[in-house]
């Protein structure tokens, strides 16, 4: 087969399609049928490009098809005009739709549309669809072109628009809920009452309502609606009946045989304080979360199977009524296991610690057990960091998550050294989608030397602690890594003691919380604010490095990390027993994912002996200042200049840092 006529670009298209109708035709030889077909296919794909005159010619000689293209002129779209009922919608959304099938085509000029005959019918098409969603039941459109394009190729169009009248919500009567969702059913209703009416709203609301019910354990429940249209628009009152059915119970949890036995392990535990409850999404989705909590499922699937079984409840539990006839539904756990061991290496950078390299080995399932091992060796100019954790996602075959750690640090940035060996044990729990808390508890061995530091600055030199302690965090952020809105509060309670007669005791709190608000698309807000307060000990019986600072990219940003406060001579932060910040900011998307930001923060330090966690000093620094934000997908790569509103003798007028994640 030749093909004559056709430029290079258009045969990158035109070349394949006559490979596959070859192929279909399934024939070994040319035929006069096969070649007529293969001109119309090539004259439609010129059309469709947006050449309406093109023609094809074939001719057959011996067993070579050769067809001949004729393309003529590529025709444009030219001036939209709109003609009838044009004041509904704004002639821009109405153009947005009509031209919506050219823009989005691959490769379309988007400043230069080509005129394809169906892709504006298909526009038209949406423009009517557009009117009937907004209460124009009988809308039509007509697409009206110019009979022939002008001398430069352009083809101008006009869309006449008859609308009809206009139909709107009416009385919506609503009969059937259980009284549990009755009012969350009535909230959807009363939010669409006179509003524009149209069948595929009606459906939705159905579904809408369907899902309320599901979502607590109706999960036979059926909703349907009633109402007469007139000829003429106006009102719509609509009648709507639900069915709830019987409320059901959680029964088995099933986990698919493909899972490993460790997972399985894991997905009991998660699920298995659900089993004889009554059936809700908000239960489901808090053990859906606790199972990706483990990292170890790429995917999960969750899926209620009626039984036909009444509930079986301990016979010490007095029934209602509704217990008693309440029907079980199992729950079937499907999905994907992630690969359990990986190897990973990071490199990175920050204005404290400076280059910091870092390998890391995990495994979730290890010896099939679905304990998580994790292995971190990090270095950075302030010296190697091991670590080793063990985590048991489901501690007794419960919903707990256990913890063991074991941490070496050397620790070597200012005037003096550190090494420190700690143990650490936790357990958590995450209570519900946006509560969880840690019990924890450990102890430490640590070692600090000094050639010019007094014994007061550096505090003690040889110390060994046992803590124990808490913490609890309240998130409702939209996102742990990349929040817009929301809020959350955190805070951690611990008393340390004394192991081996160093002489060391004191309790410690850190209060944080953040409140994020979108302003516009683009433009958003965002308020943070920590108080951490040392009680039980001055700052110099208080060991060097487990004192409170200020100053740094996730506080008073004026400052360098830990400058914020008294310092020796040869500018090593001497921290405090207390520390209070609270920063504001307001950020502007530039162009995706990046964005611009100015901030203002403020903070002080104190050194004294408290006696209440809300002891703070008065002696307030504050800052200003801007920065760059670009969004990855653990976080945002952020750079801040704080420039120092208070500075002092000695101090620099600004800082600027370079760091991951959020100020707060």
Request: glycine share 10%; aromatic share 10%.
């Amino acid at each position: 087969m030749t093909v004559e006529g056709v430029d290079a670009k258009a045969w990158q298209t035109l070349s394949p399609m006559l490979h596959d109708q070859v192929t279909l035709a399934r024939q070994t030889s040319a035929t006069e049928p096969l070649a007529d077909d293969l001109a119309f296919f090539t004259r439609q794909q010129y059309i469709s490009g947006g050449w309406p005159e093109a023609t094809t010619r074939w001719d057959l000689k011996g067993n070579t098809i050769r067809i001949s293209v004729t393309a003529g002129r590529q025709t444009r779209v030219g001036t939209v005009t709109w003609k009838g009922d044009t004041a509904i919608l704004p002639q821009e959304e109405m153009r947005k739709f009509l031209l919506r099938p050219s823009i989005e085509k691959e490769g379309a000029d988007k400043e230069n549309l080509v005129w394809v005959g169906g892709d504006l019918n298909t526009g038209a098409s949406l423009v009517q669809r557009r009117l009937r969603a907004a209460g124009y039941l009988q809308a039509e459109t007509t697409l009206l072109p110019a009979a022939n394009a002008d001398p430069e190729g352009k083809r101008d169009l006009t869309l006449e628009v008859k609308a009809g009248p206009a139909f709107e919500f009416g009385q919506i009567g609503f009969i059937g809920a259980p009284p549990q969702i009755d009012k969350p059913c009535r909230d959807v209703l009363t939010s669409v009452s006179g509003g524009p009416f149209n069948e595929a709203r009606v459906q939705q609301i159905e579904t809408q309502l369907t899902s309320i019910a599901h979502e607590q354990g109706w999960l036979d429940a059926e909703t349907t609606s009633d109402y007469t249209l007139g000829s003429k628009g106006g009102t719509v009152d609509v009648q709507v009946v639900m069915k709830p059915g019987l409320r059901y119970r959680v029964g088995h949890i099933i986990t698919h045989e493909g899972f490993s036995r460790g997972s399985k392990r894991v997905l009991q535990a998660g699920f298995r304080e659900l089993e004889g409850r009554l059936y809700s999404s908000a239960d489901l989705d808090l053990a859906f979360r606790r199972a990706l909590d483990t990292d170890m499922f790429a995917l999960l699937d969750v899926e209620p199977i009626r039984t036909g079984q009444n509930a079986q409840l301990p016979v010490n539990i007095k029934r209602s009524a509704e217990e008693a006839a309440s029907p079980l539904a199992d729950l079937r756990i499907t999905g994907e296991e992630t690969k359990p061991k990986t190897l990973g290496f990071e490199i990175g950078f920050d204005t404290f610690l400076g280059p910091q390299l870092g390998v890391t080995y995990k495994n979730t399932n290890v010896i099939d057990t679905g304990n998580t091992l994790a292995a971190d060796l990090n270095w950075s100019t302030a010296g190697p960091l091991g670590s080793l954790k063990l985590k048991n996602p489901a501690f007794l075959n419960t919903a707990y998550a256990a913890t063991g750690g074991l941490a070496v640090e050397s620790f070597d940035l200012f005037e003096y050294t550190r090494y420190g060996t700690s143990l650490s044990l936790e357990l958590s729990r995450r209570v519900s989608r946006h509560y969880s808390y840690t019990l924890f508890a450990g102890a430490s061995i640590n070692t600090v030397s000094t050639d010019v530091m007094t014994e007061d600055e550096l505090g003690p030199d040889l110390y060994t602690l046992a803590f124990a302690g808490m913490s609890f965090m309240l998130d409702h952020r939209d996102s742990v890594v990349l929040p817009k809105k929301g809020w959350f509060l955190s805070a951690r309670l611990e008393t340390t003691l004394d192991a081996m007669g160093s002489g060391v005791s004191y309790a410690r709190t850190d209060v944080r919380g953040a409140w994020y608000r979108p302003i516009t698309k683009k433009f958003r807000f965002a308020a943070g604010a920590a108080l951490m307060s040392i009680m039980g000990a001055p700052a110099e019986d208080v060991p060097i490095d487990a004192r409170v600072f200020n100053g740094g990219p996730n506080s008073v940003r004026a400052f360098a990390e830990r400058e914020l406060g008294a310092m020796t001579q040869g500018g090593t932060p001497l921290g405090g027993t207390s520390a209070l910040f609270a920063s504001a900011e307001f950020s502007y998307e530039i162009m995706p994912n990046f964005e611009f930001a100015i901030f203002g923060d403020m903070g002080s330090l104190g050194r004294g002996n408290n006696s209440s966690p809300l002891s703070y000093s008065s002696d307030f620094r504050t800052a200003i200042g801007a920065g760059l934000r670009y969004h990855l997908p653990f976080g945002p790569i952020r750079i801040d200049y704080g420039h120092n509103m208070s500075r002092q003798e000695g101090e620099r007028g600004g800082m600027l840092h370079v760091t991951v994640g959020f100020a707060f």
